[in-house]
């Protein structure tokens, strides 16, 4: 598959930078000219990683999250990349309602939303080195009509 567009950016392990995240990400999914849900989908699904990365990797200590993203004839590829304490089992913390911080306004869906939204989700993590998560959501080119 041809890549036909890429873009990377870092930024702060901050709480207001999520926004940041998803504006930008979806900002660089319009040229494949997405629906709104399509497109909704994308931000809710990067949200939900760089939320991760800076609650779960960066346990609200700051750092620096990674954000890739790479534009297909039909599909974006998004990585977002924290290089803190790493999942010790990514299986446990795919599964729904998991969390590793008991007490808090925590779900443990994050995993579960981005698999939902999103076509394909890869998860590759080392302790103490940090997290990788691949979302993948194709694009629906639909024909248009003529008015």
Do not use: C
Not at 77 to 89: L, P
Not at 121 to 147: A, F, M, N, P
């Amino acid at each position: 598959m041809e890549i036909k567009n890429e873009m990377h950016v870092e930024f702060r392990a901050l709480s207001q930078n999520e926004a940041f995240a998803r504006v930008v990400v979806g900002a660089f999914a319009t040229q494949l000219n997405p629906t709104l849900d399509e497109l909704s989908d994308i931000k809710t699904a990067v949200s939900e990683a760089v939320t991760n990365a800076i609650v779960h990797g960066y346990e609200n200590n700051g750092g620096i999250v990674h954000l890739g993203a790479k534009l297909y004839e039909n599909m974006i590829e998004i990585e977002i990349i924290d290089y803190g304490k790493g999942i010790e089992d990514i299986a446990a913390a795919r599964e729904p309602f998991f969390t590793t911080i008991a007490g808090e306004e925590r779900s443990g869906m994050g995993f579960t939303v981005m698999e939902t939204f999103m076509d394909d989700l890869y998860v590759e993590s080392e302790l103490k080195k940090g997290t990788k998560v691949v979302l993948k959501k194709k694009i629906d080119h639909r024909e248009t009509q003529g008015e």
